[in-house]
């Protein structure tokens, strides 16, 4: 894709990226492209526990659509990083996320960045929880 439309995603990664070190002085930047071996879009997150993806309003792709290719993207992302995956009976990618939780930034039409909704699979959320959970029982 070229022109202004391939834009829409780098520069919504760089409005994401600006904006979690800029609001929360978190040291995230644009990920360079790594092609198959892809982390998602933002750097930096990883040490907090968190890959980060990023995706910009598309005209012709329904959200719904858009999130499931944004959740197989998360699922690839922790291949990526080494962790072990299965398929479950219907053909589905299950990856032990080991701490780690992918999330992509969806972008909202009219909204500012902060007003992003940032999705990620329920096991991928419970497993922070119950992690959370132990951390705070541990205190």
Known sequence: MSGVAGQAGPRWERTVADYARDAYGLPWD???LRGTRDLLDIQGCLPAGFLVGCKAI???TS????ISEA???CDRALVNLGRVSTKDAHGHLVV???GVVPVQVM???GYPPGKA???TELDYFLDLAVRRQKWRDDE
């Open 30 to 32: 644009r990920a360079p």
């Open 117 to 119: 909704y940032v999705v």
């Open 107 to 109: 972008q909202r039409s």
């Open 58 to 60: 598309r005209r012709g």
């Open 63 to 66: 959200f719904g659509q858009k």
């Open 96 to 98: 032990a996320s080991e």
């Open 71 to 73: 959740m197989d993207q």
